[in-house]
């Protein structure tokens, strides 16, 4: 008999785990509280604008082989696009200084040999000094471990571990952003070609996974949400939705959690999970963006962290942004416009605009918050953890949702095997 595997949440996770159990050969359900599939990866339509946005500006590197395989498996890979070298520019809007740092398309980081190709005004021993990152451990202060001063820091280290952590990278888990630069600047420029889904996260990450699923006879259902576990005998037994809704397990079924930190230690209440958290604040103006420019900027100096360029729409991402939260929309908003009038080389008017404000959008990826972690597995044999916030060894990122929700399968599979 065919065994289920319910997934509970729609976000990247919980996709990620259900195509990789139903290319597996379970049949799969997955259940979300919302209305729609991709938690805090998402697209909408935005009146405002008059725009398809994405809730969050979401970077992928060549290198995150969870990613794009599973990208690969609904069949939109080929929606992850970018530069063909990984070239990343960078512009100080307050000195008005532009650069390009271009990690080439190799696979050791040669770049930092060649002047033309690293950090103005940086030398070699300035990122040896980064070395300690590589084997600290998670329980260490990134601001124990490198300087975190000068020339490099100001313009690479800091808005790279900013972005990757959403903390004050001093206060970041040591651990946690090793685990990134080895992922990235050491593998050298084939891992670190940066990647947009230009069309919108929805319709390459979220909305093919749905219809791969729905199109092979598995189920996704909105607006169900988990209320409570029936257990007995060490395992999951039954999902209560409420009132009547419950759906009891089969001998073989299985339960992947895939569902943000606060909602999984109410269903299990026992569960240590992160307790603090951090913004992330995202503007989107309808603007044409100049000729030629690039896909993703660096901005040193201003409110404003990275600069997006989309078709019709200027996109920027802004970390750690919890001072953001409570500002007046239209004052930050003009702010954030001001900015990039400068990084852009544009001017004119504020146009069109929306403010999205996640306030929990990340677990504050400290050491302290980092131990809070779970892994994938439980107290309950059938039931498994999935999330960018589990014990992944990477930040809250999309790599690490994949990784968790491909784990999450991984270890459904093997208890399966005698």
Same mark, same amino acid.
């Given at each position: 008999?065919? =065994?289920?595997?319910?997934?509970?949440?729609?976000?990247?996770?919980? !996709?990620?785990?259900?195509?990789?159990?139903?290319?597996?050969?379970? =049949?799969? *359900?997955?259940?979300?509280?919302?209305?729609?599939?991709?938690?805090?990866?998402?697209?909408?339509?935005?009146?405002?604008?008059?725009?398809?946005?994405?809730?969050? &500006?979401?970077?992928?590197?060549?290198?995150?082989?969870?990613?794009?395989?599973?990208?690969?498996?609904?069949?939109?890979? *080929?929606?992850?696009?970018?530069?063909?070298?990984?070239?990343?520019?960078?512009?100080?809007?307050?000195?008005?200084?532009?650069?390009?740092?271009?990690?080439?398309?190799?696979?050791?980081?040669?770049?930092? !040999? %060649?002047?033309?190709?690293?950090?103005? +005004?940086?030398?070699? $021993?300035?990122?040896?000094?980064?070395?300690?990152?590589?084997?600290?451990? /998670?329980?260490?202060?990134?601001? =124990?471990?490198?300087?975190?001063?000068?020339?490099?820091?100001?313009?690479?280290?800091?808005?790279?571990?900013?972005? @990757?952590?959403?903390? %004050?990278?001093?206060?970041?888990? @040591?651990?946690?952003?090793?685990?990134?630069?080895?992922?990235?600047?050491?593998?050298?420029?084939?891992?670190?070609?940066?990647?947009? *889904?230009?069309?919108?996260?929805?319709?390459?990450?979220?909305?093919?996974?749905? =219809?791969?699923?729905?199109?092979?006879?598995?189920?996704?259902?909105?607006?169900?949400?988990?209320? $409570?576990?029936?257990?007995? %005998?060490?395992?999951?037994?039954?999902?209560?939705?409420?009132? /009547?809704?419950?759906?009891?397990?089969?001998?073989?079924?299985?339960?992947?959690?895939?569902?943000?930190?606060?909602?999984?230690?109410?269903?299990?209440?026992?569960?240590?999970?992160?307790?603090?958290?951090?913004?992330?604040?995202?503007?989107?103006?309808?603007?044409? #963006?100049?000729?030629?420019?690039?896909?993703?900027?660096?901005?040193?100096?201003?409110?404003?962290?990275?600069?997006?360029?989309? #078709?019709?729409?200027?996109?920027?991402?802004?970390?750690?942004?919890?001072?953001?939260? +409570?500002?007046?929309?239209?004052?930050?908003?003009?702010?954030?416009?001001?900015?990039?009038?400068?990084?852009?080389?544009?001017?004119?008017?504020?146009? #069109?605009?929306?403010?999205?404000?996640?306030?929990?959008?990340?677990?504050?990826?400290?050491?302290?918050? &980092?131990?809070?972690?779970?892994?994938?597995?439980?107290?309950?044999?059938?039931?498994?953890?999935?999330?960018?916030?589990?014990?992944?060894?990477?930040?809250?990122?999309?790599?690490?949702?994949?990784?968790?929700? +491909?784990?999450?399968? +991984? !270890?459904?599979?093997?208890?399966?095997?005698?």
């Amino acid at each position: 008999m065919q =065994k289920t595997a319910h997934i509970i949440g729609a976000g990247i996770s919980g !996709l990620s785990a259900a195509v990789r159990l139903a290319n597996a050969g379970f =049949k799969v *359900a997955v259940h979300e509280a919302t209305h729609q599939a991709g938690g805090r990866c998402r697209s909408y339509f935005d009146g405002a604008t008059n725009l398809t946005i994405d809730n969050g &500006n979401h970077l992928l590197l060549s290198g995150n082989s969870h990613a794009r395989a599973y990208a690969r498996s609904i069949g939109t890979e *080929a929606g992850l696009v970018g530069p063909e070298r990984a070239q990343f520019p960078f512009v100080d809007i307050k000195t008005g200084q532009r650069w390009q740092i271009d990690l080439g398309d190799g696979r050791l980081p040669t770049w930092v !040999l %060649d002047e033309s190709r690293r950090v103005p +005004d940086t030398g070699l $021993s300035d990122y040896l000094k980064l070395a300690p990152l590589i084997w600290a451990s /998670e329980e260490t202060l990134v601001g =124990k471990s490198i300087p975190c001063e000068g020339i490099l820091y100001q313009r690479l280290v800091q808005p790279l571990l900013l972005a @990757a952590l959403n903390v %004050d990278p001093p206060e970041g888990s @040591a651990g946690l952003a090793g685990a990134i630069v080895r992922e990235t600047l050491l593998a050298g420029g084939q891992a670190c070609r940066p990647l947009i *889904a230009r069309d919108g996260l929805s319709a390459v990450l979220i909305e093919p996974a749905v =219809k791969f699923l729905q199109e092979r006879g598995h189920t996704v259902q909105l607006g169900h949400e988990l209320r $409570s576990f029936t257990t007995g %005998d060490g395992k999951a037994s039954a999902l209560n939705f409420g009132g /009547e809704d419950v759906i009891q397990l089969g001998e073989g079924d299985v339960v992947v959690m895939a569902v943000p930190p606060r909602a999984a230690a109410s269903l299990l209440p026992r569960l240590k999970t992160p307790t603090e958290f951090r913004a992330i604040v995202n503007a989107h103006f309808r603007f044409e #963006p100049p000729p030629g420019s690039a896909p993703i900027l660096g901005v040193i100096g201003g409110v404003v962290e990275w600069l997006f360029a989309f #078709p019709n729409r200027l996109s920027v991402t802004i970390s750690n942004g919890d001072r953001l939260v +409570d500002m007046p929309r239209e004052e930050l908003a003009q702010a954030i416009w001001n900015d990039v009038c400068k990084a852009g080389g544009v001017s004119g008017e504020l146009p #069109p605009w929306q403010i999205v404000r996640e306030r929990r959008a990340t677990f504050a990826a400290t050491p302290a918050q &980092n131990a809070l972690r779970p892994g994938p597995a439980t107290a309950l044999k059938n039931l498994f953890l999935a999330g960018d916030w589990t014990a992944t060894g990477l930040p809250a990122t999309i790599e690490g949702s994949v990784r968790s929700g +491909d784990r999450a399968a +991984d !270890l459904v599979l093997a208890a399966k095997r005698p």
